[in-house]
């Protein structure tokens, strides 16, 4: 099996960074792609970042020269730095590693519990 553990959220005023951080373990073959999704109250959970295992990335419209993503295939861990935070930016933000447990597996989705970013304005 595979676990994704999420790390870094709090509070943080409008205009402030913050930095967040995902760890996968477990039984990994291979991860295929590594994102930060976010969901806000009353919302559908959408996607931020995701960065491929060749290091191509794609991004949401509304973090673009915001935030960036990064992702050291070694260590099977992601970041999300995020700058310029805005209040639209509060969200339970989640970790999602596409990977595959064997060689012989599909590949699977595999989430974190997710971490707070609240920004105040």
């Known amino acids: 099996q595979v676990q994704v553990v999420e790390s870094g959220g709090g509070l943080v005023q409008a205009g402030g960074s913050l930095r967040l951080s995902c760890a996968a373990s477990?039984?990994?073959?291979?991860?295929?792609?590594m994102g930060w999704y976010r969901q806000a109250p009353g919302k559908q959970r959408e996607l931020v970042a995701v960065v491929f295992s060749d290091g191509n990335t794609n991004y949401a419209e509304f973090v673009k020269d915001r935030f960036t993503i990064s992702r050291d295939n070694a260590k099977n861990t992601v970041s999300l730095q995020m700058n310029g935070l805005k209040p639209e930016d509060t969200a339970v933000y989640y970790c999602?590693?596409?990977?595959?447990?064997?060689?012989?597996?599909?590949?699977?989705?595999?989430w974190g519990q997710g971490t707070q970013v609240t920004v105040s304005s």
């Open positions: 999602k590693a596409v990977a595959r447990s064997t060689w012989y597996a599909s590949a699977n989705d595999y």
């Open positions: 477990g039984t990994i073959f291979s991860i295929r792609t």
